[in-house]
T-cell receptor, first 115, second 114 residues
Framework: KAGVTQTPRYLIKTRGQQVTLSCSPI?????VSWYQQTPGQGLQFLFE???????NKGNFPGRFSGRQFSNSRSEMNVSTLELGDSALYLC??????????????FGPGTRLTVL | AQSVSQHNHHVILSEAASLELGCNYSYGGTVNLFWYVQYPGQHLQLLLKYFSGDPLVKGIKGFEAEFIKSKFSFNLRKPSVQWSDTAEYFCAVNEGQAGTALIFGKGTTLSVSS
């Protein structure tokens, strides 16, 4: 069974640009969550999508957005990039059978560097 | 807002030493608890989880954790660490219902010397 895949793996952008990251969940998983991982702040929850709807959102500015497609694939977009957006962006998927305790499976992440 | 605290930022042990990593959370209601591990250059993967029932849960690679509700704690333990346990360990919590965010602690880096 293929794991969670994320593309691209590495990305270098300059301030002010925008970026789109992609995530393909494990087959059959309906929920996709995004996290930002930095050395200073650790893993911070960005948002979660379920059935093409944003079900939960973390405390990030509106420059961070996402969407989910009918095949459960998800994208996140960051507009007007700032230096502080440099981070590892992780995607996680879970089956979501109606209980919060479903295990989340993580992808390898996209390493974004903003210059 | 919910928060998760991991008491140790960096732990250094020799092989065969015992390990205990502390984790405390702030939410007072029903919770699901997790420990994840990130080996160098690898994905985050689940070590163990607690939903309900026996508060002592066993995970992969000989790890276990004990949920103590009165102390809002979920400490990770291993009786004898190996060099291959060198990794970063994350405690995570979400509220016990669908659609709630998984909140992570800042992580503990474990270095095991052979």
């Amino acid at each position: 069974k293929a794991g969670v895949t994320q593309t691209p793996r590495y990305l270098i952008k300059t301030r002010g640009q925008q970026v789109t990251l992609s995530c393909s969940p494990i087959s059959g998983h309906r929920s996709v969550s995004w996290y930002q991982q930095t050395p200073g702040q650790g893993l911070q929850f960005l948002f979660e999508y379920f059935s093409e709807t944003q079900r939960n959102k973390g405390n990030f500015p509106g420059r961070f957005s996402g969407r989910q497609f009918s095949n459960s694939r998800s994208e996140m977009n960051v507009s007007t990039l700032e230096l502080g957006d440099s981070a590892l962006y992780l995607c996680a998927s879970k089956r979501d059978m109606g209980q919060g305790g479903d295990e989340q499976f993580f992808g390898p992440g996209t390493r974004l560097t903003v210059l | 807002a919910q928060s998760v605290s991991q008491h140790n930022h960096h732990v250094i042990l020799s092989e065969a030493a015992s390990l205990e990593l502390g984790c405390n959370y702030s939410y007072g209601g029903t919770v699901n608890l997790f420990w994840y591990v990130q080996y160098p250059g690898q994905h985050l993967q689940l070590l163990l989880k607690y939903f309900s029932g026996d508060p002592l849960v066993k995970g992969i690679k000989g790890f276990e954790a004990e949920f103590i509700k009165s102390k809002f704690s979920f400490n990770l333990r291993k009786p004898s660490v190996q060099w291959s346990d060198t990794a970063e360990y994350f405690c995570a919590v979400n509220e016990g219902q669908a659609g709630t965010a998984l909140i992570f602690g800042k992580g503990t880096t474990l270095s095991v010397s052979s």
